[in-house]
């Protein structure tokens, strides 16, 4: 299998988050399979709220963005908020130009309170990833907050599913253009 450049993304800006729980074990993880494996956190800040394309933009803001735009696969984490993936999210999207991201892969990661609303999220960020012209692997992982404690994984299936999520986008990623 060839290396690719991936990058993952835990899209929720909470300092405490669940969702950077479960993408540091997918970073942890696909860094151990590939060592082109960059981090995007934005539980960590530094992520500028886009005003337009004539500004100036913090130097961590202007790196998420070309991160972005140089990796092959994104894996990419988004809490549950109101039934919608993270504004933060949206607005890490808002400095990507679409024109160099067709063909990458995606895989996605949902995470929620409850058992609600995954299908519903998973299909806003398959479009938002359609509009980049990202192909985005069908099968997403839901998990919901009560499988994280102490800021671990609890629940062995879902460390699988996970894995299984990294392994299958990654190939996914490598077939032929």
């Given at each position: 299998?060839k290396?690719?450049?991936?990058?993952?993304?835990s899209?929720?800006?909470?300092?405490?988050a669940?969702?950077?729980?479960?993408?540091?074990?997918v970073?942890?993880?696909a860094?151990?399979?590939?060592?082109?494996?960059?981090?995007?956190?934005?539980s960590?800040?530094?992520?500028?709220?886009?005003r337009?394309?004539?500004?100036?933009?913090?130097?961590?803001t202007m790196?998420?963005?070309k991160?972005?735009?140089?990796?092959?696969?994104?894996?990419?984490g988004?809490?549950?908020?109101?039934?919608?993936?993270?504004s933060?999210?949206?607005?890490?999207?808002e400095f990507?130009n679409?024109?160099?991201?067709a063909?990458?892969?995606?895989g996605?990661?949902?995470?929620?309170?409850?058992?609600i609303?995954?299908?519903?999220?998973?299909?806003?960020?398959?479009?938002?990833m359609?509009?980049?012209?990202?192909?985005?692997?069908?099968?997403a992982?839901?998990m919901?907050?009560?499988?994280?404690?102490?800021?671990?994984?609890?629940?062995?299936?879902?460390?699988?599913?996970?894995?299984?999520?990294?392994d299958?986008?990654?190939?996914?990623?490598?077939?032929?253009?």
């Amino acid at each position: 299998m060839k290396f690719v450049k991936i990058l993952v993304i835990s899209g929720s800006p909470r300092k405490t988050a669940n969702t950077q729980v479960m993408m540091k074990f997918v970073y942890e993880y696909a860094k151990s399979k590939n060592p082109d494996t960059k981090f995007v956190n934005l539980s960590e800040g530094g992520i500028d709220y886009y005003r337009g394309p004539n500004e100036n933009y913090s130097q961590t803001t202007m790196q998420a963005a070309k991160d972005i735009m140089e990796a092959d696969v994104w894996l990419v984490g988004s809490p549950i908020y109101n039934s919608f993936f993270s504004s933060a999210l949206k607005n890490l999207f808002e400095f990507i130009n679409y024109k160099s991201t067709a063909g990458k892969t995606a895989g996605l990661a949902i995470l929620a309170s409850g058992n609600i609303g995954f299908t519903n999220v998973q299909t806003l960020l398959t479009q938002l990833m359609s509009y980049f012209r990202v192909v985005t692997n069908p099968k997403a992982v839901y998990m919901t907050a009560d499988m994280i404690q102490d800021g671990q994984i609890t629940d062995e299936e879902q460390k699988t599913r996970l894995k299984e999520l990294v392994d299958e986008t990654i190939l996914l990623a490598s077939r032929p253009k």
